[in-house]
């Protein structure tokens, strides 16, 4: 026993001696460790760093004054005035390092990209390593646990961070955020930011709790909405809301998969922007209560999350798979709903046509849809709005039926109207259905929309080939639009290319087809005497005249097909043409295709359609035109949807 008590002596004296030795040499240690960074920075990326004063204070503290990095022939990058840092010791024993203090004061952030330099270019050198760890063969889920666990650890208990500064200037736009007070005490987190002197406060506040891996934060503005200004001024987005609060409620790694419990809310969230719609589109108020699993090769949000849009509750399943190849999936289903709450939870501005509109009965959305990169072709989309009862009480601000009886047309282009005319027996210009020859209408329907009189105004299989299709070529290629959605983005809405109007089309196709508020064959009537046919040519009365200085009942197959081939690309129809007004040589493919469409769908038999392509004699006005100047060489045969 008393060799034990002088072993321990002797080592407790051992353990003493070295924290003196390493106290003792610890400042010596860090000037050192100093240095070395200070040097390596230097060769790599360019950098002076510099540190007026470094030393210690106390056992775990570190303090740090007048520091500023400087890329070599750039502006300055960052500076700060006093920088403080305290550790617990016990966890270095295990070598894991616990902030118990962290305060920072008058430190400065400046981004710079002016004339193609940029300050901060050495940041992203390590961009194309990044891609490669994305694609090599990782656990994603070991990754984010350990991430997520190294940031919470490190989460200082006491935060104190005054008078710091980001600065953003490009060629453009500049911007600054001053970080008047962060706070973190007793797991309370305070913040307070003011945006480009004093445009703008902002508050982030909310409790911290890293051991026990949970947090609820929210983040407004004093006395006016959060604005971005410039997001606005560098994308065109316009973005404000009055507060976005978010919780997370459990972080569990177990059998190789993390889940992440939590909640996002936001209120009163306002979007501008060219390509989503032509209003400002406001959100009153969305939620989601989220579980996301990360995987070792996959990200997803679980089905049993819950979103919420107004009155309309939604159980969304996205997964994004990374190997051994990319595999998209996205589920959406919505609870059955009252239809007209259902209407109004829809974002103020984005379906201007059916605002004021009253309904009755239910309706659910439902969508399924899964995309295999290696195996495009195959993949699958499923969308249905499912009607419980549903009817329409009374239109919004359009009239879908006014199509119903003779009505004028306006067509537009970039915006301004060009030609008014009557669609209705009335009028010179209109053709009625049956004095339109089958080879048009059959022609027509092959090549747009060959189940048009059979389905409720949307072609899946349609859909699922321009998917496929856009996704290999990287590029939109190819539109799935029925003759009902172009019908009705003739009649109802603008031609300007945003979400909004693509999404509106959708909506506006289901109520028209599945409330049978207009009769398929009227519908195909119309469309054939509204739509473009070449510039300035609108209806197929025009049209005829314009291309073959004939009556649409007077229209040969070959005739037919030819304009049927001009539809998706108006305007250009000169393409089609050599310069002497003969059809081109490629041009044969496509009437053989379609003519032999034709004949197995039983729609022409075949003797019909023996030398219809040497059957096409343009005349007229469309002659002069051809003839005028020589034609350009790009193929119309690319649908623009």
């Given at each position: 026993m008393k060799k034990l008590k002088i072993t321990l002596l002797?080592?407790?004296?051992?353990?003493?001696?070295?924290?003196?030795?390493?106290i003792g040499f610890r400042e010596r240690i860090m000037l050192a460790v100093i240095a070395k960074v200070v040097a390596t920075q230097k060769e790599r990326n360019k950098l002076t760093i510099s540190i007026k004063q470094a030393k210690f204070e106390g056992l775990g503290t570190v303090a740090l004054n007048e520091i500023t990095i400087v890329p070599d022939s750039l502006d300055t990058l960052f500076s700060v005035a006093h920088f403080k840092v305290r550790v617990n010791l016990l966890p270095i024993l295990i070598g894991r390092i616990k902030i118990a203090e962290l305060i920072v004061k008058g430190a400065n952030l400046q981004l710079v990209n002016l004339a193609g330099k940029r300050n901060f270019e050495f940041l992203l050198k390590n961009k194309k390593d990044t891609a490669k760890l994305v694609n090599s063969n990782i656990d994603l889920a070991h990754i984010a646990d350990n991430l997520i666990n190294d940031l919470l650890y490190k989460v200082p208990a006491r935060l104190d961070i005054q008078d710091c500064n980001l600065k953003v200037i490009d060629n453009r736009n500049q911007f600054t955020i001053a970080a008047k007070a962060i706070q973190i005490l007793n797991n309370r987190f305070y913040s307070t930011f003011i945006l480009n002197k004093n445009e703008s406060i902002w508050h982030a506040e909310g409790n911290v709790y890293p051991a026990s891996k949970k947090l609820n934060m929210q983040f407004y503005a004093e006395n006016k909405k959060v604005e971005l200004p410039y997001i606005e001024q560098k994308f065109g987005l316009k973005i404000n809301f009055d507060t976005v609060s978010t919780r997370m409620d459990a972080i569990d790694y177990q059998s190789g998969n993390l889940s992440i419990s939590g909640n996002w809310h936001i209120h009163n969230l306002l979007l501008k922007h060219?390509?989503?719609?032509q209003k400002e589109v406001i959100v009153p108020s969305a939620a989601i209560d989220c579980k996301m699993l990360i995987g070792e090769n996959f990200i997803s949000i679980d089905s049993s999350s819950i979103a919420t849009l107004g009155n309309i509750q939604i159980h969304p399943f996205v997964k994004y798979t990374i190997a051994p190849q990319k595999i998209y999936e996205l589920k959406i289903n919505t609870v059955k709903t009252d239809a007209q709450k259902f209407i109004n939870s829809f974002p103020v501005g984005l379906f201007e046509s059916i605002e004021g509109m009253k309904v009755a009965g239910q309706l659910s959305y439902h969508l399924n849809f899964y995309l295999d990169s290696k195996d495009p072709w195959h993949c699958k989309f499923d969308s249905k709005l499912a009607r419980d009862n549903f009817k329409i009480i009374q239109f919004g601000n359009v009239n879908f039926q006014k199509v119903n009886g003779s009505f004028i047309y306006t067509a537009f282009e970039g915006g301004r109207p060009v030609k008014s005319m009557i669609v209705g027996p009335e009028s010179f210009g209109f053709t009625p259905y049956a004095q339109i020859t089958d080879y048009l209408k059959n022609a027509l329907l092959t090549s747009e929309d060959p189940l048009f009189f059979s389905h409720r105004g949307f072609y899946e299989e349609a859909f699922r080939q321009s998917i496929a299709t856009n996704f290999v070529a990287g590029r939109f290629k190819r539109g799935g639009s029925t003759i009902s959605m172009q019908l009705v983005k003739n009649l109802f809405l603008t031609r300007n290319k945003t979400i909004a109007r693509k999404l509106e089309e959708v909506l506006i196709v289901w109520m028209i087809e599945n409330g049978r508020l207009i009769d398929k064959q009227r519908m195909f009537e119309v469309y054939l005497n509204i739509i473009e046919w070449g510039p300035n040519v609108y209806g197929i009365t025009d049209a005829a005249r314009f291309y073959f200085d004939k009556f649409p009942s007077e229209l040969n197959l070959g005739e037919s097909i030819f304009l049927a081939s001009i539809v998706p690309k108006p305007k250009r129809f000169k393409a089609s043409f050599l310069p002497d007004a003969e059809l081109k040589p490629y041009m044969h493919k496509y009437f053989k295709m379609i003519g032999g469409l034709m004949v197995r769908r039983g729609k022409v038999p075949a003797t019909d359609t023996i030398g219809i392509f040497n059957s096409v004699k343009v005349k007229g006005l469309a002659k002069s035109m051809i003839l005028a100047?020589?034609?350009?060489?790009?193929?119309?045969?690319?649908?623009?949807?």
């Open positions: 002797v080592f407790l004296g051992l353990c003493l001696l070295s924290v003196g030795l390493a060219t390509k989503l719609a100047v020589d034609t350009i060489t790009t193929p119309i045969l690319e649908e623009d949807n």
